[in-house]
């Protein structure tokens, strides 16, 4: 009987080690679980770049992932005005990285890290025969661009004007993502995105250079977000972009540097 309770005494011990073993947060396994997320909210024109970039964070921050919030400049500044939870904002225009400085939700200064302009991006076989911004203002022509808050908007209204063209596009979309998207499913004739968009989609549009656009730069911003729990991180990030490294990625993209 004595040796019986000694047994079952050593099994209950065991078992009361191992389940504080479980609930101890220090034994989570760094790269599971208990790994460090860290979110980056940014320009959906900087998807292909950024998502390239975040794998070589995680590769050098064992423990790390990158959590990307891809969407239109304007709607991600929106959503950490209202608390979303994100540790750097890289934005496609210096104006809606203003709005994040004006409410002092910035962590760091806004740096710039990219240039961008625009270009007519159409269905591989160009059904509509646009062969310049003027033909844009055809109303036979299925136009679509960003709306005018979102970068790419702002800057095809800023293109249109210096030219003396008026746009009457069939749908004003939230980001550049979404006007290329419209353009390779054949619902748009044209649409106005970024040189960067029509170099990532490859063959499945056509390319057409805007002269005019060389006068409309749009000049990308990257600052770590205020209140970050992870804000040595977040500074790590915005260095890797601002790095050689991060300039390489963004220059074979078709980005410009600053």
Same mark, same amino acid.
């Given at each position: 009987?004595?040796?019986?309770?000694?047994?079952?005494?050593?099994?209950?011990?065991?078992?009361?080690?191992?389940?504080?073993?479980?609930?101890?947060?220090?034994?989570?396994?760094?790269?599971?679980?208990?790994?460090?997320?860290?979110?980056?909210?940014?320009?959906?024109?900087?998807?292909?770049?950024?998502?390239?970039?975040?794998?070589?964070?995680?590769?050098?921050?064992?423990?790390?992932?990158?959590?990307?919030?891809?969407?239109?400049?304007?709607? *991600?500044?929106?959503?950490?005005?209202?608390?979303? %939870? /994100? &540790? +750097?904002?890289?934005?496609? #225009?210096? =104006? $809606?990285?203003?709005?994040?400085?004006?409410?002092?939700?910035?962590?760091?200064?806004?740096?710039?890290?990219?240039?961008?302009? *625009?270009?007519?991006?159409?269905?591989?076989?160009? %059904? /509509? &025969? +646009?062969?310049?911004?003027? #033909?844009? =203002? $055809?109303?036979?022509?299925?136009?679509?661009?960003?709306?005018?808050?979102?970068?790419?908007?702002?800057?095809?209204?800023?293109?249109?004007?210096?030219?003396?063209?008026?746009?009457? %596009?069939?749908?004003?979309?939230?980001?550049?993502?979404?006007?290329?998207?419209?353009?390779?499913?054949?619902?748009?004739?044209?649409?106005?995105?970024?040189?960067?968009?029509?170099?990532?989609?490859?063959?499945?549009?056509?390319?057409?250079?805007? %002269?005019?656009?060389?006068?409309?730069?749009?000049?990308?911003?990257?600052?770590?977000?205020?209140?970050?729990?992870?804000?040595?991180?977040?500074?790590?990030?915005?260095?890797?972009?601002?790095?050689?490294?991060?300039?390489?990625?963004?220059?074979?993209?078709?980005?410009?540097?600053?």
């Amino acid at each position: 009987m004595k040796r019986w309770c000694t047994t079952l005494a050593a099994l209950l011990l065991v078992t009361a080690t191992a389940a504080c073993s479980d609930d101890d947060p220090d034994s989570a396994d760094p790269g599971g679980d208990g790994g460090t997320t860290l979110t980056v909210f940014a320009a959906a024109s900087l998807t292909s770049s950024f998502e390239q970039l975040g794998e070589s964070f995680e590769k050098s921050h064992e423990g790390v992932q990158v959590d990307f919030n891809f969407a239109g400049s304007s709607d *991600l500044v929106a959503q950490v005005q209202s608390g979303a %939870p /994100a &540790d +750097v904002f890289a934005s496609a #225009d210096e =104006a $809606n990285m203003d709005k994040l400085t004006a409410d002092d939700l910035q962590g760091s200064d806004p740096e710039l890290f990219a240039t961008n302009t *625009l270009e007519i991006a159409t269905p591989p076989d160009n %059904p /509509a &025969d +646009v062969q310049s911004l003027e #033909d844009l =203002a $055809n109303p036979e022509i299925n136009l679509v661009i960003c709306a005018p808050e979102v970068p790419c908007g702002a800057a095809s209204q800023s293109v249109a004007e210096a030219a003396g063209v008026t746009l009457e %596009p069939d749908s004003e979309e939230q980001s550049v993502t979404d006007v290329l998207g419209k353009v390779t499913s054949g619902e748009a004739d044209a649409g106005l995105v970024y040189v960067t968009d029509v170099i990532t989609a490859g063959d499945a549009v056509q390319g057409i250079e805007l %002269p005019e656009s060389a006068s409309v730069l749009n000049s990308y911003p990257i600052a770590t977000v205020a209140d970050s729990e992870n804000a040595d991180l977040a500074q790590a990030f915005v260095d890797l972009v601002l790095s050689d490294e991060g300039q390489q990625v963004l220059a074979d993209a078709g980005f410009g540097r600053p």
